[in-house]
């Protein structure tokens, strides 16, 4: 079964509006984090949220996490060209071999100047 | 403090040959761990190497891959005998310690076989 799936698949919006794109799961996890990829590089990593909490901030950044739900939520507010990339979310399970990160195939996103 | 470094960038190779991808972990870092990302995929786990061993080798095939992170110099991962199958980006990460802690990726090696 596919950890970490991401919804929408793609994600079109105009530059000043929010972009929200969501994520879920099937097993416990320690932690989620999402990370943002530019087209053809490497991957930046934005944001990580533990199992006991339930919302972060970073700077433009929201994140959620429901553990009852296995999802997760990325909110990126007033919406920059620069943001245009893929987004996906990678999940630490709890318990053994909890050092790898299990990504979905990632959102992208195109904000349109 | 430089980053996770990666090379080649880009890489060719003719069905059969090898393959050698190198990865430099973060200053502090020895912990490394190799992800592959097939096109339009996400990122699949491939290896976790501490210094001089192997910790979890589950994500790789188990013929023609191979990895190592010696005692000095950089962690490298070796694909013989390429097939197109193998065509994929493939990323390194490092972190400072085991378990769940950060991982800082490198740019990734885009290998391309013919």
């Known amino acids: 079964s596919q950890q970490g799936e991401e919804d929408p698949q793609a994600l079109s919006i105009q530059e000043g509006e929010n972009a929200t794109m969501n994520c879920s799961y099937k097993?416990?996890?320690?932690?989620l984090q999402w990370y943002r990829q530019n087209s053809g590089r490497g991957l930046v990593h934005l944001i990580l949220?533990?199992?006991?909490?339930r919302e972060k901030h970073s700077g433009r950044l929201r994140v959620t996490l429901d553990t009852s739900k296995k999802s997760s939520s990325l909110l990126i507010t007033a919406s920059r060209a620069a943001d245009t990339a893929s987004y996906f979310c990678?999940?630490?399970?709890?318990?053994?071999?909890?050092?790898?990160?299990?990504f979905g195939k990632g959102t992208l996103l195109t904000v349109n100047p | 403090n430089a980053g996770v470094m990666q090379n080649p960038r880009h890489l060719v190779r003719r069905r059969g040959q090898e393959a050698r991808l190198r990865c430099s972990p973060m200053k502090g870092h020895s912990h490394v761990y190799w992800y592959r990302q097939l096109p339009e995929e996400g990122l699949k786990f491939m290896v976790y190497?501490?210094?001089?061993?192997?910790?979890?080798e589950s994500g790789m095939p188990k013929e023609r891959f191979s990895a190592e992170f010696p005692k000095e110099g950089p962690s490298i991962l070796r694909i013989q005998q390429v097939v197109r199958g193998d065509s994929a980006a493939y990323f390194c990460a490092s972190s400072p310690s085991r378990g769940t802690d950060t991982q800082y990726f490198g740019p990734g090696t885009r290998l391309t076989v013919l």
């Open positions: 990678a999940t630490q399970r709890s318990g053994g071999s909890n050092y790898k990160l299990t």
């Open positions: 190497l501490q210094k001089e061993n192997i910790i979890d």
């Open positions: 949220i533990r199992s006991n909490e």
């Open positions: 097993t416990s996890i320690n932690n």
